[in-house]
């Protein structure tokens, strides 16, 4: 079993270094250009052009229109080049939605948890009879417990009030 985990990993690994010096560009970004814009020397360039490969596979992956994958560039990320002015940058409506529709999903699995920690320290705080140091420690867990469950659940209208208000 190690032996196969072990070639799965040679040839991921070798896989990446293909993939790192593939020619072909997808974004206007080359870390090429830039690497070998920089000082340093033959094995520093060695290196860097390794890694840049690999850094450039990643971001044209990522960036690519034709993959689907959704992640933008800097430009649009942050300076909202291309954007409307009135929506709710970087995200679209579509994309918005399927936020929200994670989010419900996450904070209803938290809320199962949180309701499982609270019946917990219920019955913590019965079991601690006249214990006031007991009490004290379960009643101090359920405020903070309290707090989670509320900075959960109004996360989402704090963010869209400051991505409205920029």
Do not use: H
């Not at 690994?13 to 293909?18: D, H, M, P, Y």
């Not at 019955?123 to 903070?144: C, F, Q, W």
Request: charged share 20%.
């Amino acid at each position: 079993m190690k032996k196969i985990i072990k070639s799965f990993v040679v040839i991921i690994t070798i896989l990446f270094l293909l993939v790192s010096m593939c020619p072909l560009s997808l974004a206007e970004t080359d870390f090429s250009e830039q690497i070998d814009s920089e000082e340093g020397s033959m094995f520093e360039k060695i290196i860097a052009g390794m890694l840049g490969g690999i850094a450039q596979a990643i971001f044209d992956l990522c960036t690519s229109d034709t993959m689907g994958i959704g992640f933008k560039d800097y430009d649009e990320l942050i300076f909202n080049k291309g954007v409307d002015v009135n929506s709710i940058a970087p995200f679209t409506q579509e994309l918005w939605t399927k936020t929200m529709t994670w989010y419900k999903i996450f904070a209803s699995v938290a809320g199962i948890l949180i309701l499982i920690a609270v019946i917990m320290l219920s019955y913590k705080i019965m079991l601690a009879g006249n214990s006031t140091a007991k009490k004290t420690e379960a009643k101090d867990n359920l405020m903070r417990l309290l707090l989670r469950w509320f900075s959960n659940s109004i996360s989402t209208i704090i963010y869209k009030v400051l991505i409205i208000c920029k």
